[in-house]
Structure formats: structure tokens, C-alpha cells
């Protein structure tokens, strides 16, 4: 079992920043794969950046040289770096964290960019 907690959202002027964290209870965080999703109004979810349990990410095209996703297992935590923001980016965004067939979800945190 895994708990996740989203931290760092909030209101940003377009082409700020933001840094999301994700704290991970319970055992074995490095053994997961994680996701940072995100959900807009009336929109589907969508999958915004991933790390492998090695390390491996991988970026949505729309967010590519502007977010950065890390983990720190030692920590059990990961983090998604939010540079050049745009109105666009607003969403509530989500952890995940899975392995095999297991998922966990964290409750989301609010991104909101605007002037």
C-alpha cells in the first residue's frame, strides 16, 4: 500500500514556475514507477510526465522542454519542475504510482496560470 500527497500547487503568472512534490508513504517507493497526470475542466486526464522505477522519463509533447520530472528514493518523493507556464497548463494535477497491476493515486493539487 501507498500513499501519496501532492504539495505545490497554486496560482502562477503565464510563463512562471512552479515546482510540484509528491510524498510517498509506506514501503518500497523505489520500486515504483511514477507519473505526474493532470485534468482540466471538462477534459479528459491526461498523462503529463513519467519516471521508471530506473529512471527512464518521458514527456508529453505539449510540456517537453518545459517541465522535468525527478525522484528521490531515498526520500520518497518525486518531483515535477514547471518552467515557461501557459494558461493551457492549468489543471488540477495528480501522482500516480504503480507497479505490475497496483495504482495509487494522490488527491491532486491546483495549478492555475493566469494574469
Known amino acids: 500500500q501507498v500513499q501519496l500527497v501532492e504539495s505545490g500547487g497554486g496560482l502562477v503568472q503565464p510563463g512562471g514556475s512552479l515546482r510540484l512534490s509528491c510524498a510517498a508513504s509506506?514501503?518500497?517507493?523505489?520500486?515504483?514507477?511514477m507519473d505526474w497526470y493532470r485534468q482540466a475542466p471538462g477534459k479528459q486526464r491526461e498523462l503529463v510526465a513519467a519516471?521508471?522505477?530506473?529512471?527512464?522519463?518521458n514527456y508529453a509533447d505539449s510540456v517537453k522542454d518545459r517541465f522535468t520530472i525527478s525522484r528521490d528514493n531515498a526520500k520518497s518523493t518525486v518531483n515535477l519542475q514547471m518552467n515557461s507556464l501557459k494558461p493551457e497548463d492549468t489543471a488540477v494535477y495528480y501522482c500516480?504510482?504503480?507497479?505490475?497491476?497496483?495504482?495509487?493515486w494522490g488527491q491532486g493539487t491546483q495549478v492555475t496560470v493566469s494574469s
Open positions: 500516480k504510482a504503480s507497479r505490475l497491476w497496483r495504482s495509487y
Open positions: 509506506g514501503s518500497g517507493f523505489g520500486i515504483y514507477d
Open positions: 519516471i521508471t522505477s530506473g529512471g527512464t522519463t
